[in-house]
């Protein structure tokens, strides 16, 4: 069963199901300007395109694009200056929530973490460690 929203792009109100995020005739404009997109992006002068120069050829919102790369619609292996923002710099990805350079940062920072973890644990086992001396009182 669905729940009554309102729509983000219009205002009006749907039944959400799940599906959508927008109303039914928001996502019908959304797929006559993906419509519009993928057959600019066909012809094969303009398959190298940059997302600035799509949304100033179509038209369409820089967020649409961004979203259809996300779901695969738009797919990268074709068309190779499409992507999306990276969560953490901005800078353009393919998949993922983070660019190849922030996950890379990432990986090295925790790396670096359990490295120090596990250097303080030996630390602390080392500390407890018990010490036998050999008494001899002759």
Avoid: H
């Avoid at 649409?64 to 990268?76: A, D, E, G, H, T």
């Avoid at 929530?97 to 790396?111: I, T």
């Amino acid at each position: 069963m669905g729940e009554l929203r309102n729509c983000p792009k219009c205002g009006g109100f749907f039944n959400y199901t799940g599906v959508r995020e927008v109303c039914p005739k928001c996502t019908q404009d959304e797929e006559n300007m993906y419509e519009v997109v993928y057959r600019f992006l066909r012809k094969r002068e303009n398959r190298a395109a940059t997302v600035e120069r799509i949304v100033e050829v179509t038209g369409v919102e820089e967020e649409l694009l961004y979203k259809w790369v996300r779901k695969n619609r738009l797919q990268p292996a074709l068309f190779p200056n499409l992507g999306y923002p990276c969560d953490q710099c901005g800078r353009l990805t393919t998949s993922g929530k983070l660019c190849n350079e922030c996950a890379d940062g990432l990986k090295k920072d925790l790396n670096k973490f359990n490295a120090a973890r596990e250097f303080r644990q030996a630390r602390e086992n080392q500390d407890k460690a018990t010490y036998l001396s050999d008494r001899n009182n002759k």
